[in-house]
């Protein structure tokens, strides 16, 4: 038996979500964690730089890995007697305005990063060494910093997919229907935002 289109989106919500709470792991516990170490002992720059780099990233990667995938987790296992996550989505969307500090510190986070590696050779080296682990898939820290700013966009092309598939007597339209419109209203910010980094520097 095919398993319904609307849980087909449900479980892509869920292992995107895995994927990207890896990419903050890797941010949080991996870059900014290190890099921080490093700023603490005086060998690369100052640590005010790197918490200015990093902005709120440990506050969005506490709340995924903590709060939200496993919310999902818990939801999918549940799925076949209450299949719903509309009500998990409209919980989440009140803490994505965090987002809004992240995305328009980013531009700022770049410049930093490509300044301090010029200032300070221990700096890039440090980066261009985490860089080479496998962890980081040949992708550079400004790459992996660029997910949280698509994060938004993304859960809200999925969001649309989900209630767009539901069939009109599910038990979670109403939910789904909601939480659309709160994602609907954080990804406008999240939108304009991005427009006004691309504009201010077209390389994004």
Known sequence: MQEP???KIALELLETEQAYVNRLHLLDQVFYTEL???AKNGK???EEVVKMIFSNISSIYQFHANFFLPELQKRMEDWSCNPRIGD???KLAPFLKMYGEYVKNFDKAVELITVWSEK???FQELIADIQKRKVCANLTLQHHMLEPVQRIPRYELLLKDYVRKLPPE???RDDAEKA???IFMVAKHSNAAIAEMVSACPCW
């Open 170 to 172: 599910s038990p979670d």
């Open 36 to 38: 921080m170490t490093e």
């Open 88 to 90: 998990v989505i409209q």
């Open 5 to 7: 289109e609307e849980k």
């Open 44 to 46: 690369t720059v100052p």
């Open 180 to 182: 659309l419109e709160m």
């Open 120 to 122: 300070s050779p221990p």
